[in-house]
Protein backbone atom coordinates (compact mmCIF):
# COMPACT_ATOMS: atom_id res chain seq x y z
CA UNK A 1 0.00 0.00 0.00
CA UNK A 2 0.95 3.65 -0.39
CA UNK A 3 -0.42 6.92 0.17
CA UNK A 4 -0.27 10.14 -2.11
CA UNK A 5 -1.13 13.28 -0.03
CA UNK A 6 -1.86 16.24 -1.81
CA UNK A 7 -3.56 19.69 -1.18
CA UNK A 8 -6.65 18.90 -3.16
CA UNK A 9 -8.21 16.61 -4.86
CA UNK A 10 -10.61 16.32 -8.23
CA UNK A 11 -12.99 13.38 -7.77
CA UNK A 12 -14.27 13.36 -11.12
CA UNK A 13 -17.20 15.59 -10.26
CA UNK A 14 -15.66 18.09 -8.11
CA UNK A 15 -13.22 19.58 -6.53
CA UNK A 16 -11.94 18.86 -3.01
CA UNK A 17 -9.64 21.52 -1.37
CA UNK A 18 -8.19 21.80 2.02
CA UNK A 19 -5.76 18.48 1.77
CA UNK A 20 -6.18 15.01 0.96
CA UNK A 21 -4.73 11.27 1.28
CA UNK A 22 -5.54 8.77 -1.11
CA UNK A 23 -4.27 4.61 -0.13
CA UNK A 24 -3.64 2.71 -3.05
CA UNK A 25 -3.27 -1.05 -2.80
CA UNK A 26 -3.56 -4.07 -5.35
CA UNK A 27 -4.07 -1.37 -8.27
CA UNK A 28 -7.24 -0.19 -6.69
CA UNK A 29 -8.00 3.08 -4.02
CA UNK A 30 -8.12 1.47 -0.92
CA UNK A 31 -9.47 4.82 0.84
CA UNK A 32 -10.12 8.25 0.06
CA UNK A 33 -9.11 10.97 3.37
CA UNK A 34 -10.45 14.28 2.65
CA UNK A 35 -9.66 17.78 4.83
CA UNK A 36 -6.42 15.93 6.19
CA UNK A 37 -2.91 15.10 5.83
CA UNK A 38 -2.77 12.22 8.48
CA UNK A 39 -1.24 9.17 6.95
CA UNK A 40 -0.91 5.53 8.43
CA UNK A 41 2.73 4.90 10.18
CA UNK A 42 5.31 3.48 8.27
CA UNK A 43 3.14 3.68 5.00
CA UNK A 44 5.13 5.21 1.88
CA UNK A 45 3.86 8.74 1.19
CA UNK A 46 4.28 10.37 -2.35
CA UNK A 47 4.35 14.16 -1.17
CA UNK A 48 2.66 16.42 -3.23
CA UNK A 49 1.98 19.72 -1.14
CA UNK A 50 0.80 22.00 -3.73
CA UNK A 51 -0.26 18.69 -6.12
CA UNK A 52 -3.75 18.18 -7.39
CA UNK A 53 -4.65 14.34 -7.71
CA UNK A 54 -7.41 13.70 -10.39
CA UNK A 55 -8.68 10.36 -12.55
CA UNK A 56 -6.62 9.67 -15.19
CA UNK A 57 -7.73 11.71 -18.03
CA UNK A 58 -9.80 9.58 -21.05
CA UNK A 59 -9.83 10.86 -24.41
CA UNK A 60 -12.93 9.78 -25.63
CA UNK A 61 -12.03 10.33 -29.45
CA UNK A 62 -8.38 9.48 -30.87
CA UNK A 63 -7.54 7.13 -33.97
CA UNK A 64 -4.47 5.00 -32.95
CA UNK A 65 -3.71 3.99 -36.33
CA UNK A 66 -3.18 7.54 -37.40
CA UNK A 67 0.77 8.84 -36.66
CA UNK A 68 -0.20 12.61 -36.15
CA UNK A 69 1.90 13.13 -39.69
CA UNK A 70 0.78 15.03 -42.66
CA UNK A 71 -2.05 13.41 -44.49
CA UNK A 72 -2.30 10.61 -41.62
CA UNK A 73 -5.57 9.64 -42.45
CA UNK A 74 -5.15 9.24 -46.03
CA UNK A 75 -1.87 7.48 -45.33
CA UNK A 76 -3.53 4.23 -43.54
CA UNK A 77 -4.72 2.87 -46.67
CA UNK A 78 -1.08 2.28 -47.84
CA UNK A 79 0.09 1.70 -44.29
CA UNK A 80 1.99 -1.82 -43.62
CA UNK A 81 0.71 -4.30 -41.81
CA UNK A 82 3.78 -5.13 -40.32
CA UNK A 83 4.06 -1.23 -39.11
CA UNK A 84 0.50 -0.82 -37.82
CA UNK A 85 1.17 -2.31 -34.16
CA UNK A 86 4.07 0.21 -34.24
CA UNK A 87 2.07 3.05 -34.63
CA UNK A 88 -0.57 2.20 -32.29
CA UNK A 89 1.75 1.92 -29.41
CA UNK A 90 3.42 4.88 -30.03
CA UNK A 91 0.15 6.72 -29.78
CA UNK A 92 -0.83 5.02 -27.09
CA UNK A 93 2.47 6.38 -25.10
CA UNK A 94 2.50 9.21 -26.04
CA UNK A 95 -0.95 9.42 -24.44
CA UNK A 96 0.49 8.01 -21.27
CA UNK A 97 2.56 10.48 -21.04
CA UNK A 98 0.43 13.67 -21.22
CA UNK A 99 -1.71 11.86 -18.42
CA UNK A 100 -4.34 9.98 -20.41
CA UNK A 101 -4.93 6.40 -19.08
CA UNK A 102 -7.71 5.63 -21.11
CA UNK A 103 -8.67 5.93 -24.90
CA UNK A 104 -11.99 5.48 -27.30
CA UNK A 105 -10.31 4.92 -30.46
CA UNK A 106 -13.08 5.91 -33.36
CA UNK A 107 -11.84 4.41 -36.48
CA UNK A 108 -9.28 2.15 -37.43
CA UNK A 109 -7.78 0.57 -40.23
CA UNK A 110 -9.56 -2.43 -41.36
CA UNK A 111 -10.24 -3.39 -37.28
CA UNK A 112 -6.68 -3.18 -36.48
CA UNK A 113 -6.98 -1.81 -33.12
CA UNK A 114 -9.52 -4.46 -31.45
CA UNK A 115 -7.03 -7.20 -33.47
CA UNK A 116 -4.33 -5.28 -31.64
CA UNK A 117 -5.51 -5.08 -28.31
CA UNK A 118 -6.39 -9.02 -28.60
CA UNK A 119 -2.59 -9.13 -27.94
CA UNK A 120 -1.28 -6.24 -26.02
CA UNK A 121 0.72 -6.39 -23.18
CA UNK A 122 0.10 -4.53 -20.08
CA UNK A 123 2.03 -1.02 -19.14
CA UNK A 124 -0.34 1.34 -21.78
CA UNK A 125 -3.51 3.05 -21.48
CA UNK A 126 -7.03 1.28 -21.55
CA UNK A 127 -8.93 0.75 -25.52
CA UNK A 128 -11.81 1.14 -26.58
CA UNK A 129 -12.32 0.35 -30.17
CA UNK A 130 -14.74 0.67 -32.90
CA UNK A 131 -12.96 -0.80 -35.51
CA UNK A 132 -13.10 0.88 -39.01
CA UNK A 133 -16.15 3.44 -38.85
CA UNK A 134 -19.22 2.61 -40.74
CA UNK A 135 -19.06 4.81 -44.16
CA UNK A 136 -20.98 4.83 -47.92
CA UNK A 137 -18.74 3.99 -50.50
CA UNK A 138 -16.61 6.84 -51.57
CA UNK A 139 -18.03 8.52 -48.08
CA UNK A 140 -15.82 10.02 -45.37
CA UNK A 141 -12.45 7.64 -44.20
CA UNK A 142 -13.74 4.95 -46.91
CA UNK A 143 -10.32 4.36 -46.99
CA UNK A 144 -10.41 2.87 -43.56
CA UNK A 145 -12.28 -0.20 -44.56
CA UNK A 146 -15.60 0.47 -43.62
CA UNK A 147 -18.17 1.23 -46.97
CA UNK A 148 -21.10 -0.32 -47.06
CA UNK A 149 -24.34 0.07 -49.37
CA UNK A 150 -27.40 -0.49 -48.53
CA UNK A 151 -29.55 -2.14 -44.68
CA UNK A 152 -28.57 -5.58 -45.05
CA UNK A 153 -24.74 -4.50 -45.74
CA UNK A 154 -25.31 -2.16 -42.79
CA UNK A 155 -26.54 -4.93 -40.65
CA UNK A 156 -23.50 -7.11 -41.47
CA UNK A 157 -20.92 -4.58 -40.70
CA UNK A 158 -22.40 -4.00 -37.06
CA UNK A 159 -22.54 -8.18 -36.62
CA UNK A 160 -18.84 -8.32 -38.13
CA UNK A 161 -17.58 -5.50 -36.02
CA UNK A 162 -19.41 -7.07 -33.06
CA UNK A 163 -18.16 -10.37 -33.34
CA UNK A 164 -14.58 -9.06 -33.50
CA UNK A 165 -14.70 -7.34 -30.30
CA UNK A 166 -15.30 -4.00 -30.97
CA UNK A 167 -17.12 -1.60 -28.12
CA UNK A 168 -18.81 0.85 -29.94
CA UNK A 169 -20.08 1.28 -33.33
CA UNK A 170 -19.07 4.62 -35.33
CA UNK A 171 -21.05 5.68 -38.46
CA UNK A 172 -20.02 8.68 -40.96
CA UNK A 173 -23.56 10.73 -40.60
CA UNK A 174 -22.35 12.91 -42.58
CA UNK A 175 -18.89 14.03 -44.72
CA UNK A 176 -15.95 15.31 -43.35
CA UNK A 177 -13.46 17.74 -44.17
CA UNK A 178 -10.37 15.61 -44.92
CA UNK A 179 -11.87 13.70 -47.67
CA UNK A 180 -12.31 15.40 -50.89
CA UNK A 181 -15.85 14.88 -52.68
CA UNK A 182 -17.79 14.50 -49.36
CA UNK A 183 -20.26 17.35 -48.02
CA UNK A 184 -20.03 18.52 -44.67
CA UNK A 185 -23.32 19.80 -44.76
CA UNK A 186 -25.45 17.05 -45.98
CA UNK A 187 -26.19 13.69 -44.57
CA UNK A 188 -24.74 10.61 -45.84
CA UNK A 189 -27.01 7.69 -45.33
CA UNK A 190 -30.61 7.80 -45.90
CA UNK A 191 -32.95 8.17 -42.36
CA UNK A 192 -33.80 4.09 -42.69
CA UNK A 193 -29.80 3.22 -43.22
CA UNK A 194 -29.03 5.27 -40.16
CA UNK A 195 -31.83 3.86 -38.03
CA UNK A 196 -31.26 -0.10 -39.40
CA UNK A 197 -27.37 0.75 -37.92
CA UNK A 198 -28.78 1.83 -34.31
CA UNK A 199 -30.74 -0.81 -34.18
CA UNK A 200 -28.10 -3.15 -35.02
CA UNK A 201 -25.74 -1.92 -32.44
CA UNK A 202 -28.34 -1.74 -29.97
CA UNK A 203 -29.70 -5.50 -30.87
CA UNK A 204 -25.77 -6.46 -30.14
CA UNK A 205 -25.23 -4.85 -26.85
CA UNK A 206 -23.45 -1.87 -28.53
CA UNK A 207 -23.95 1.83 -28.38
CA UNK A 208 -23.47 3.78 -31.90
CA UNK A 209 -21.81 7.43 -32.37
CA UNK A 210 -21.96 8.99 -35.07
CA UNK A 211 -19.59 11.41 -36.87
CA UNK A 212 -21.80 14.34 -37.68
CA UNK A 213 -21.30 17.85 -38.97
CA UNK A 214 -23.81 18.64 -40.80
CA UNK A 215 -26.70 20.13 -39.32
CA UNK A 216 -29.15 17.85 -41.06
CA UNK A 217 -27.02 15.55 -40.24
CA UNK A 218 -27.05 16.04 -36.24
CA UNK A 219 -30.46 15.75 -36.42
CA UNK A 220 -30.95 12.64 -38.47
CA UNK A 221 -28.70 10.60 -36.29
CA UNK A 222 -30.74 12.24 -32.87
CA UNK A 223 -34.04 11.01 -34.41
CA UNK A 224 -32.54 7.72 -35.56
CA UNK A 225 -31.57 7.17 -31.46
CA UNK A 226 -27.73 6.98 -32.19
CA UNK A 227 -25.77 6.91 -28.30
CA UNK A 228 -23.08 9.82 -29.27
CA UNK A 229 -22.27 12.83 -31.65
CA UNK A 230 -18.51 13.11 -32.36
CA UNK A 231 -18.00 16.73 -33.81
CA UNK A 232 -21.50 18.21 -34.03
CA UNK A 233 -20.65 21.34 -35.58
CA UNK A 234 -24.14 22.33 -37.23
CA UNK A 235 -22.87 23.12 -40.38
CA UNK A 236 -25.26 24.40 -42.88
CA UNK A 237 -25.24 25.45 -46.59
CA UNK A 238 -25.00 29.06 -45.22
CA UNK A 239 -22.82 28.67 -42.13
CA UNK A 240 -22.23 27.11 -39.09
CA UNK A 241 -24.48 27.28 -35.98
CA UNK A 242 -25.78 25.16 -33.13
CA UNK A 243 -29.58 25.65 -33.00
CA UNK A 244 -31.08 26.20 -29.36
CA UNK A 245 -34.00 23.94 -30.54
CA UNK A 246 -31.47 21.50 -31.32
CA UNK A 247 -29.08 21.47 -28.10
CA UNK A 248 -32.62 21.51 -25.95
CA UNK A 249 -33.16 18.02 -27.68
CA UNK A 250 -30.03 16.69 -27.36
CA UNK A 251 -29.84 17.68 -24.03
CA UNK A 252 -33.41 15.64 -23.31
CA UNK A 253 -32.35 13.05 -25.18
CA UNK A 254 -29.51 12.83 -22.55
CA UNK A 255 -27.24 12.42 -26.46
CA UNK A 256 -23.70 12.28 -25.54
CA UNK A 257 -21.95 15.01 -27.67
CA UNK A 258 -18.14 14.99 -28.04
CA UNK A 259 -17.25 18.34 -30.24
CA UNK A 260 -13.34 17.31 -30.47
CA UNK A 261 -12.13 20.97 -29.50
CA UNK A 262 -8.50 21.66 -29.04
CA UNK A 263 -5.50 21.34 -31.09
CA UNK A 264 -1.46 22.42 -31.36
CA UNK A 265 -1.13 26.40 -31.43
CA UNK A 266 2.74 26.20 -32.40
CA UNK A 267 1.66 23.68 -35.59
CA UNK A 268 1.62 26.18 -38.75
CA UNK A 269 -1.90 24.48 -40.56
CA UNK A 270 -1.30 24.03 -44.33
CA UNK A 271 -3.24 27.11 -45.93
CA UNK A 272 -5.21 24.35 -47.76
CA UNK A 273 -6.72 22.56 -45.02
CA UNK A 274 -7.18 26.13 -43.33
CA UNK A 275 -9.50 26.79 -46.47
CA UNK A 276 -11.14 23.44 -46.78
CA UNK A 277 -12.38 24.03 -43.29
CA UNK A 278 -13.34 27.74 -43.80
CA UNK A 279 -15.43 27.23 -46.38
CA UNK A 280 -17.37 24.34 -44.11
CA UNK A 281 -17.25 27.31 -41.44
CA UNK A 282 -15.21 25.68 -39.09
CA UNK A 283 -13.41 28.25 -37.67
CA UNK A 284 -12.38 28.40 -33.80
CA UNK A 285 -14.58 31.01 -32.73
CA UNK A 286 -17.82 29.17 -34.25
CA UNK A 287 -16.53 25.51 -32.79
CA UNK A 288 -16.22 26.85 -29.31
CA UNK A 289 -19.22 29.34 -29.66
CA UNK A 290 -20.80 25.75 -30.52
CA UNK A 291 -19.50 23.98 -27.68
CA UNK A 292 -20.87 26.87 -25.51
CA UNK A 293 -24.38 26.50 -27.00
CA UNK A 294 -24.21 23.15 -25.84
CA UNK A 295 -22.86 23.56 -22.56
CA UNK A 296 -25.35 25.97 -21.63
CA UNK A 297 -28.52 24.06 -22.81
CA UNK A 298 -27.72 20.99 -20.53
CA UNK A 299 -26.37 18.69 -23.06
CA UNK A 300 -23.82 15.87 -21.92
CA UNK A 301 -20.65 16.88 -22.87
CA UNK A 302 -17.68 14.45 -22.72
CA UNK A 303 -13.59 15.30 -24.14
CA UNK A 304 -12.10 13.81 -26.89
CA UNK A 305 -9.40 15.43 -29.18
CA UNK A 306 -9.54 13.71 -32.61
CA UNK A 307 -6.02 12.97 -31.74
CA UNK A 308 -4.23 11.11 -34.31
CA UNK A 309 -5.48 13.02 -37.95
CA UNK A 310 -2.53 15.70 -38.30
CA UNK A 311 0.35 17.60 -36.71
CA UNK A 312 -2.31 19.88 -35.26
CA UNK A 313 -3.71 16.56 -33.74
CA UNK A 314 -0.94 14.76 -32.11
CA UNK A 315 -1.91 11.95 -29.57
CA UNK A 316 -1.62 13.32 -26.10
CA UNK A 317 -3.26 16.87 -26.97
CA UNK A 318 -6.29 16.01 -24.93
CA UNK A 319 -5.16 18.84 -21.93
CA UNK A 320 -5.68 21.40 -25.02
CA UNK A 321 -8.99 20.02 -25.92
CA UNK A 322 -9.96 19.87 -22.02
CA UNK A 323 -8.71 24.00 -21.77
CA UNK A 324 -10.57 24.99 -25.23
CA UNK A 325 -13.76 24.04 -23.40
CA UNK A 326 -13.04 26.06 -20.65
CA UNK A 327 -11.92 29.24 -23.02
CA UNK A 328 -15.55 28.52 -24.37
CA UNK A 329 -16.99 29.19 -21.08
CA UNK A 330 -17.54 25.85 -19.85
CA UNK A 331 -16.98 25.67 -16.48
CA UNK A 332 -13.86 24.34 -15.29
CA UNK A 333 -15.01 21.41 -13.12
CA UNK A 334 -17.54 20.43 -15.45
CA UNK A 335 -14.60 20.17 -18.39
CA UNK A 336 -12.55 17.81 -16.11
CA UNK A 337 -15.81 15.75 -15.51
CA UNK A 338 -16.17 15.63 -19.60
CA UNK A 339 -12.15 13.77 -19.26
CA UNK A 340 -13.33 11.67 -16.46
CA UNK A 341 -16.07 10.60 -14.95
CA UNK A 342 -18.47 11.57 -17.81
CA UNK A 343 -15.89 9.49 -20.52
CA UNK A 344 -15.83 6.87 -18.44
CA UNK A 345 -19.48 6.25 -18.62
CA UNK A 346 -19.96 7.26 -22.25
CA UNK A 347 -17.26 4.93 -23.01
CA UNK A 348 -18.07 2.01 -20.81
CA UNK A 349 -15.44 2.22 -18.31
CA UNK A 350 -16.74 0.61 -15.21
CA UNK A 351 -14.22 1.64 -12.43
CA UNK A 352 -12.78 4.47 -13.94
CA UNK A 353 -13.17 7.96 -13.86
CA UNK A 354 -13.53 8.86 -10.53
CA UNK A 355 -11.37 8.89 -7.17
CA UNK A 356 -13.55 6.72 -4.56
CA UNK A 357 -13.03 3.41 -2.80
CA UNK A 358 -12.74 0.41 -4.49
CA UNK A 359 -12.25 2.04 -8.39
CA UNK A 360 -8.87 1.43 -10.56
CA UNK A 361 -6.12 3.56 -9.69
CA UNK A 362 -5.55 5.01 -13.00
CA UNK A 363 -4.43 8.64 -11.55
CA UNK A 364 -2.81 11.65 -12.56
CA UNK A 365 -1.18 14.15 -10.44
CA UNK A 366 -0.47 18.17 -11.49
CA UNK A 367 0.96 20.79 -9.96
CA UNK A 368 -1.40 23.62 -8.98
CA UNK A 369 -5.18 23.55 -9.20
CA UNK A 370 -6.45 23.55 -12.58
CA UNK A 371 -9.59 24.64 -12.04
CA UNK A 372 -8.47 28.17 -11.58
CA UNK A 373 -5.13 27.66 -13.86
CA UNK A 374 -6.54 24.33 -16.78
CA UNK A 375 -2.99 24.81 -18.20
CA UNK A 376 -1.64 22.76 -15.39
CA UNK A 377 -3.09 19.37 -16.87
CA UNK A 378 -0.15 20.16 -19.46
CA UNK A 379 2.49 19.65 -17.39
CA UNK A 380 1.54 16.41 -15.36
CA UNK A 381 4.01 15.52 -12.24
CA UNK A 382 3.02 11.94 -12.30
CA UNK A 383 0.62 9.34 -13.82
CA UNK A 384 -0.56 5.87 -12.13
CA UNK A 385 -1.67 3.00 -14.20
CA UNK A 386 -3.48 0.69 -11.59
CA UNK A 387 -1.36 2.64 -8.89
CA UNK A 388 1.87 2.20 -10.39
CA UNK A 389 3.67 5.19 -11.49
CA UNK A 390 4.49 4.86 -15.63
CA UNK A 391 5.04 8.29 -16.22
Do not use: N
Given at each position: MVAIRVARLFDGERMHDGGAVVLVSGGRIAEVRLGTDAVPEDLPVVEAPDGTLLPGLIDAHVHLCAD?????LDRLADLPDAEVSGVIEASLRAQLAA?????????DRRGAVP???AAAGAGLPTVVASGAPLTTVGGHCGSMGGEVRGVAEIRTAVRDRAAAGADVVKIMASGGVFTPGTDTTRPQFTDEELTAAVRAAH???????????????VRQALRAGVDGIEHCTCVTATGTRVEDDLAAALAEAGTAVCATLGSDPAVVVPPAVLAMAERAGLTQAALQDGAARLYRAGVRLVAGSDAGIGPAK???????????????????????????????????LAGRGRIRRGEDADLVLVDGDPTRDITTLARPRAVYLAGEPVA
Open positions: SGPGAGVTAVRDLGAWREHGLPITAHAHATSAPHGILPATIAEYVHSGIDPATALAAATSVAAQVCG
